[in-house]
Nanobody
Framework: QVQLVESGGGSVQAGASLRLSCVASTDGVAIHNMGWYRQAPGKLRKVVATILSDGNTNYHGSVRGQFTITRDNEKNTLSLQMNSLRSEDTAVYYC???????????WGQGTQVTVSS
């Protein structure tokens, strides 16, 4: 089993920065892709950024150049540096990981990010 625990959310003013972290307890399970998703009130959960085990990254167009996703494979940690936050970035942010044996996705409990203008 894989457990994901996020931290780093909070309430900030527009223009501020936050850094989200996710620690994965893998119990020996190999994790491949990891990512951050977010869900705003009344909306569907959407991908923010993903990162492969080799470090290749992909970003949703709305955050490209604003957010940076990184991971440490040795420490099984995932981070999301969020700069120049805007009110539309307000959402619950979820850490996600994909393991292949058995193949399934894992989710963290989410961390709230609130940006006030």
């Amino acid at each position: 089993q894989v457990q994901l625990v996020e931290s780093g959310g909070g309430s900030v003013q527009a223009g501020a920065s936050l850094r989200l972290s996710c620690v994965a307890s893998t119990d020996g399970v190999a994790i491949h892709n990891m990512g951050w998703y977010r869900q705003a009130p009344g909306k569907l959960r959407k991908v923010v950024a993903t990162i492969l085990s080799d470090g290749n990254t992909n970003y949703h167009g709305s955050v490209r150049g604003q957010f940076t996703i990184t991971r440490d494979n040795e420490k099984n940690t995932l981070s999301l540096q969020m700069n120049s936050l805007r009110s539309e970035d307000t959402a619950v942010y979820y850490c996600n990981a994909f393991a292949s044996d058995p193949p399934r996705f894992y989710w963290g409990q989410g961390t709230q990010v609130t940006v006030s203008s």
